[in-house]
T-cell receptor, first 117, second 110 residues
Framework: GAGVSQSPRYKVAKRGQDVALRCDPI?????LFWYQQALGQGPEFLTY????????KSGLPSDRFFAERPEGSVSTLKIQRTQQEDSAVYLC???????????????FGPGTRLLVL | LAKTTQPISMDSYEGQEVNITCSHN???????ITWYQQFPSQGPRFIIQ???TKVTNEVASLFIPADRKSSTLSLPRVSLSDTAVYYC???????????FGKGTRLHILP
């Protein structure tokens, strides 16, 4: 079946603009994650959903970042009043059941590359 | 989550066997060791996972010594398409998050 998809693949925003990044997880996957990856760095955890419940948002860098998954499938990461330091690749991942590092694989999308000018 | 240490980068040639070693001195009893691979402009992809001794699949082998304080990812007969970043992770089944670190940039030369 289809993998995790993300849109748009590329987004250029002017500083101060709001952006919305979409993630379509693999159908039936319960868990959904958002990560931020700066150039040359590994992905860093932002937030985690189990179905529609946001169980962990400890990685969101500021209150300008907001994520939702209202029906437990598609998720949107919203960044308000974008700043240049928000420029990064935003990765979405999903897994079939309760996500665990041990025993449960996370499937990643291709990411959205955000450039804030 | 236990921290891991792995080389920043490695170079090798096509057809060679590549071994990437990861140190995880503070690994806990319930922790598993997992490796992900990331190609440019793609998200990370699960490669292999193990708890002890040796695990082999169609992509790689994972060697874990008895003390489990390190592990080695072995890629047999690499090709140019194996050029990627490889991440070593440790964690147990209570961990929701994956902490990637910087990974090892593997560059395969012709």
């Amino acid at each position: 079946g289809a993998g995790v998809s993300q849109s748009p693949r590329y987004k250029v925003a002017k500083r101060g603009q709001d952006v919305a990044l979409r993630c379509d997880p693999i159908s039936g996957h319960v868990s959904l994650f958002w990560y931020q990856q700066a150039l040359g760095q590994g992905p860093e955890f932002l937030t985690y959903f189990q179905n529609e419940a946001q169980l962990d948002k400890s990685g969101l860098p500021s209150d300008r970042f907001f994520a939702e998954r209202p029906e437990g499938s598609v998720s949107t990461l919203k960044i308000q009043r974008t700043q240049q330091e928000d420029s990064a690749v935003y990765l979405c991942a999903s897994s079939l059941e309760w996500a665990r590092v041990a025993g449960e694989t996370q499937y990643f999308g291709p990411g959205t590359r955000l450039l804030v000018l | 989550l236990a921290k891991t240490t792995q080389p920043i980068s490695m170079d090798s040639y096509e057809g060679q066997e590549v071994n990437i070693t990861c140190s995880h001195n503070n690994i806990a009893t319930n922790d598993y060791i997992t490796w992900y691979q990331q190609f440019p402009s793609q998200g990370p992809r699960f490669i292999i996972q193990g708890y002890k001794t040796k695990v082999t699949n169609e992509v790689a082998s994972l060697f874990i010594p008895a003390d489990r304080k390190s592990s080695t990812l072995s890629l047999p007969r690499v090709s140019l398409s194996d050029t990627a970043v490889y991440y070593c992770l440790v964690g147990d089944n209570r961990d929701d998050k994956i902490i990637f670190g910087k990974g090892t940039r593997l560059h395969i030369l012709p």
